[in-house]
């Protein structure tokens, strides 16, 4: 990024709100030259025009740091020098209030556009740090919705301490150098502890309070009941894989009911481990809440209409045809049924990439050269039934093997695709490739409460849970989504989109150091792991296909609990919240952290005006809301009278 109007300036979000920024002239670490800094800045060409108040940072470290005793002096000196600037130490918000009284506001530049780019490979490298952190946003934010609603329908003590203790663990975690793959190999292992440690407090709570709600469910009916928790504020449809649990003491083989005890097509599938089978069933489950389902002795004949085929080389349901090639195991075809368009011209292309980077990508834009893709293909039919189609495909290159399976479903229009990884690569990017038919595309990535439309000239671009790129194709406006549950590193050139699944420089390799390979140093990204993507071709754009909502799906899938047979207050289906408006997102449930009030928060997903109900049937509850385009809204209720009011992000 160049500031060409001066380094501190305002930056203007989508929503239109804004704040004062300052970019750190020179560079962020500092050392034992606070004279020398204190000389130069007065003449530094980026100040903004006019600028007399000029900020500096002091200390060891990124971002200054450890105020050292030679720095004080230094500075202490300077406050004596009359030939130097007037010096004095401070704080941010004296240096921002300083500015804005004595600069021009035609001084102060607007930034509405990303802050980008520093240290690219940083999206992509060490994939596991990068697994952990959006597992352990998503799981905290699921155990904070149930644990509120635990408190509110049955007063069970909210974990408010517990909660605070694990958020603290991922936050921390997030430091620019932990959460970017670029620390030593060791501070890796402090990490993996602490986020450990916030996945496992975060699914004990978000475990006690499902239990604490499904033990007042009447379950009396006969047979296993499954609770299917969905821990989303939306209503979703989803294949469900309860696990083989639910067929105990039961007469084999069984079947699967809904609530009313009707029969309801399922699917034996492999269980947890070998030798063990479970039943795959589809479940329509209201916005975050339950459905109960049961596991019932006998079998059950359940008619199915909708299409679902599968053979050697393709996979073919209602909504899609999707062909392979049988030596690449890559998609040649991927049809669109329902709006008759070719999609891809090549799919799930898994190419490697010379990448002789170091750890951050120093000075790289982009990754184009290819070291060779993945082929020498076995394709097999994996599965083929009433709820599912699976094809397997395991394909290699060089030393490292990937084992992928595409499955395809009778009831929903869902494109899963899982890849188990084992990577043998030195210096060595992995890109995931699609092929699309869609010219004049528009490349839209997500970002935390929004979204960001970038470049399209095959930059590597920051992203979260999707990107998406919706342009034309066969004379129609079209788009192609792809979701993902753990990368953040993508690029979109000539209409062909990839996802960064993984690098492998060597740890905390700064340029210009050398690597040099006779030495035992040790190589990020090494051995197995597991991606999955998601697929969601669409007409029109992202926004009516929902793409955003599908990935908090991916990313928060349905809860399977198996709850003993009890009488109970709560009927065997429930919701807790929802919004009316497809174009706004809940994001967030939780009390208060002073008190005990209940926080609400979400945004517009789709940059219009989202007028919408925020209803708690449970407690009979509808609360009119207006989110404006873009908006991240958090309101406040009380819930002795249940009246709201809207706060800041820190619930004032």
């Known amino acids: 990024m160049r500031y060409t109007d001066g380094t501190t300036f305002w930056w203007q979000a989508n929503d239109g709100s804004e704040i004062l920024a300052c970019c750190l002239q020179e560079n962020y670490v500092a050392r034992n030259d606070a004279l020398d800094r204190i000389k130069r800045l007065p003449h530094n060409p980026h100040l903004n025009p006019g600028q007399t108040e000029i900020i500096g940072f002091f200390g060891v470290g990124n971002h200054g740091g450890g105020p050292t005793k030679v720095a004080i002096k230094q500075i202490l000196d300077a406050q004596k020098d009359t030939g130097l600037a007037n010096v004095k130490f401070s704080t941010l918000l004296e240096y921002f209030e300083g500015f804005q009284k004595k600069t021009k506001k035609t001084a102060i530049p607007r930034i509405t556009t990303d802050l980008q780019h520093h240290a690219r490979g940083c999206y992509s490298v060490h994939s596991e740090v990068k697994r952990l952190n959006r597992q352990g946003e998503h799981v905290l934010m699921a155990a904070e919705r149930f644990a509120t609603i635990a408190w509110l329908l049955q007063g069970h003590p909210y974990p408010q301490a517990a909660l605070e203790h694990s958020w603290k663990h991922v936050l921390y975690n997030q430091f620019h150098d932990i959460l970017a793959g670029t620390s030593i190999e060791e501070s890796y292992n402090d990490t993996r502890d602490q986020m450990g440690a916030a996945k496992h407090a975060a699914r004990h709570i978000l475990n006690e309070s499902i239990q604490t709600i499904a033990r007042t469910i009447d379950t009396s009916d006969e047979g296993n009941t499954i609770v299917v928790v969905n821990p989303l504020p939306w209503p979703v ?74 053979g050697r080389d393709f996979l073919d349901n209602e909504w899609w045809r999707i062909e392979f090639d049988p030596s690449t195991g890559q998609m040649l075809r991927l049809y669109d049924k329902k709006n008759k368009v070719e999609t891809l011209t090549k799919g799930n292309v898994l ?60 009831d929903v229009d869902t494109i899963d695709c899982k890849f188990r990884i084992n990577w043998q690569q030195k210096y060595t990017m992995l890109k995931l490739g699609y092929e699309t038919t869609i010219t004049e595309g528009t490349a839209t990535y997500d970002t935390a409460y929004g979204s960001q439309v ?45 996802v960064t699944m993984l690098r492998s420089p060597a740890y905390a390799h700064h340029d210009r150091g050398r690597y040099d390979s006779s030495k035992p140093w040790s190589i990020i990204d090494q051995g197995w792991q597991t991606v999955h993507i998601q697929l969601v071709p669409h007409k029109g754009g992202w926004e009516a296909a929902n793409v955003a909502k599908k990935s908090w799906e991916l990313n928060e899938p349905v809860i399977v609990h198996v709850e003993s047979g009890h009488k109970g207050a709560l009927p065997a289906n429930a919701s807790f919240l929802n919004a009316t408006a497809a174009n706004v997102l809940l994001t967030v449930l939780k009390k208060s952290e002073d008190g005990k009030d209940l926080i609400i928060r979400g945004y517009e997903t789709a940059g219009k005006t989202g007028a919408a109900k925020v209803q708690l049937p449970h407690w009979k509850k509808s609360l009119d809301v207006t989110f404006a385009p873009h908006e991240i809204k958090t309101i406040r209720i009380n819930t002795k009278t249940w009246k709201i009011r809207e706060t800041n992000l820190l619930e004032e």
């Open 237 to 310: 449809k989803t294949v469900v894989n309860p696990g083989g649990m639910v067929g105990r003491e039961l007469t084999h083989p069984y079947h699967i009911a809904d609530e009313k005890g009707k029969p309801i097509p399922s699917q034996a599938a492999d269980g947890d481990r070998i030798g063990h089978t479970t039943k795959l069933f589809t479940a329509e489950v209201p916005a975050l809440g339950y459905r109960c389902f049961s596991a019932k002795s006998g079998a059950k004949t359940v008619k199915v209409a909708k299409t679902l085929l599968g």
């Open 351 to 410: 190419a490697c990439m010379v990448d002789s980077s170091d750890t951050w990508s120093h000075g790289y834009d982009e990754f184009r050269n290819e070291a060779g893709r993945f082929g020498s293909a076995s394709l097999e039919l994996l599965e083929l039934g009433d709820i599912r189609a699976t094809m397997r495909i395991v394909s290699t290159f060089d030393k490292s093997t990937i084992d992928q399976t595409v499955s395809v479903y009778r």
């Open 454 to 498: 970038r470049n399209t000239q095959g930059f590597e671009e920051p992203g979260q849970k999707w990107f998406d790129l919706t342009g034309t194709a066969n004379g129609k406006t079209y788009g192609f989504g792809v979701l993902n549950d753990s990368k953040y590193g993508f690029d979109v050139r000539d209409g062909i989109m990839r």
